[in-house]
């Protein structure tokens, strides 16, 4: 299974980006994450469909210091990765 995600809310300047890596590891979810201009937050993954579920839920409840409004999930096509999770800066 192959996502784009955009997180809405408030997601910068609260580790919502090392908390994504974090539960991608755990999750063995491949891809990256980065920081939008507008505020929002946009990763592409990639997992299995167990996996993959269990990682976007992950990312809709957010860590403590964050507050998700919502999440707008599509279909991924190539995802750039080198079997990991990448932070983008």
């Known amino acids: 299974m192959k ?3 955009i997180v809405h809310g408030k997601v910068q300047g609260v580790g919502f980006r090392d908390f994504t890596r ?10 990256w994450v980065k920081n939008n201009s507008d505020g ?4 592409k993954a990639e997992g299995d469909n167990k996996n993959m579920e ?15 409004d ?3 999930i599509n279909e991924a096509n ?3 990765h080198e079997n990991s999770f990448e932070v983008k800066y």
Request: hydrophobic content about 35%; glycine content about 6%.
């Open 3 to 5: 996502k784009h995600i």
């Open 22 to 31: 974090q539960e991608a590891n755990k999750k063995n979810v491949f891809g």
């Open 40 to 43: 929002t937050v946009e990763l």
């Open 54 to 68: 269990e990682f976007i839920d992950s990312l809709a409840e957010g860590n403590s210091f964050s507050k998700v």
């Open 70 to 72: 919502h999440l707008d």
């Open 78 to 80: 190539e995802i750039d």
